[in-house]
Every structure is written in C-alpha cells, then in structure tokens.
C-alpha cells in the first residue's frame, strides 16, 4: 500500500456510540478524530443564539448558514474542535436544547455540503478517523476502511442516559430515551446509510473496548499501519 493519508469512516444512528469509539480508535492509531457531528451541533447552538427568531419551524438554511460563520473547525491534541466566536463551546453542543434540534439542522442540504467540505479539509494533511452520517457513503466514499455501527434502541438509549446522567437509569427513563431515538432514527433514516462495502458492527452485546479492538484489528489489516499503543487508554 502506498504511503497516504489513511481516512477510517464510522457511520452509525444516534447514540450507537459512533464518536466515543471513533475517539479510542483514533487515539490507538495515532490518527486524529474527526467528529463531524460536532458541527452540526455548533451550528445549532449558534442558530439558537440568534433569538429574532425563536422558532426553530421558522429556521431556514440561510440562517443557519449565516449562523455557522461564527463557527471555526481547529485541530487540537489528537482531534479537531468546533470554536464559537474563537471559544470552545463543548457545553452548548450536548445542551438538551442542541440535542432536540440537530436532526432538523442537519437535515438541510446546504448545511450538509458545508459540514463535509470543512471535514474533508480537516482530512486534507493527516491520518484520520471520522465519525457521523454519510461518511463512508457521500463524504469519504473512497475511505480504506468503513464500519457501520448499529445498537439495540433500548441499549442505545441506556448508554446514552448514563452518559448524560452519570448514572444508573430508571427503566421509564430508558423508556422515554428509547422512544426520542426512535423518532430520531425516523428523521435521520436518509442520512444514516450503509454502505454497500461497511462492515456491521452490532455493539449491543460489545463492551466498548471490544467495539475498539475489533475496528483497530480491521484498521491494522487494511492499513499494515501498527498501533501507537499495546493497550487502549482510559
């Protein structure tokens, strides 16, 4: 294989844990992670701050757009970081008020065409292992490797209200959680696509370390590129 930047694509619904392992194989690999739901996210903080139109029915992709020029993508230790107004704005993008309305954000074309051109060119000078909707399909379509993760709604739902939570939750909580992904699932189905050469990964059952070993093990097969480390850091 010729020596060139390596491009690892994860794809995934909501929650199937696509950016947190993306993050450990990166890391793994000596690549840098590229997230590129973050942006989508930063976007639709700053369209939230923009409060002449409060809303989000009302939101358009020119707003939005003009939203998103506050927004600056930068590498950072091992990853890239979306930046508002030159600040990191990591608490705005996992607010309750970021989560409910990301999928409308990131179902407009336009905004779908800036969030790939700024990932692209996050890819442009380095190894990288990119997580988010449509990478492995519209985005890196030539990616040397292409993981698909999917999860059990009901698993993905308690996973992701430990993380939100930090800690154990009710059942009706799960519940509640497992029926917003659902939904969730239903808007995102277009831009949530296999591709045709992803290889599956069902998680439901996976410990997260597994879920990373495994994707390094593919990764080293089709790069012959040797980890940066013998064990995965916490």
Known sequence: MTERNVVIAIDGPAASGKSST???VARRLGFHHVDSGS?????TAAQLEQRDVVDPEQWTEEMVLQS?????FVPAEGTFSPLLDGAPCDAALRSIE???QVSRVAQMPRVRNWVNELVRLSAGARDVVVDGRDIGTVVFPNADLKV???ADPWERARRRLIQRLDRHPTEDEIAAETDALVHRDAKDA???VQATD???IDTTYLTQEEQVERIVALAKAVTRRPDKTSAVDG
Not at 39 to 43: E, Q, T
Not at 68 to 72: F, K, P, S
């Open 68 to 72: 998103a020029n506050r927004i600056t």
């Open 98 to 100: 970021v989560t409910k």
């Open 39 to 43: 942006l989508y996210r930063a976007a």
């Open 22 to 24: 993306a993050q450990w």
């Open 198 to 200: 992803a290889i599956l």
């Open 190 to 192: 277009t831009q949530t």
């Open 148 to 150: 698909f993760l999917v």
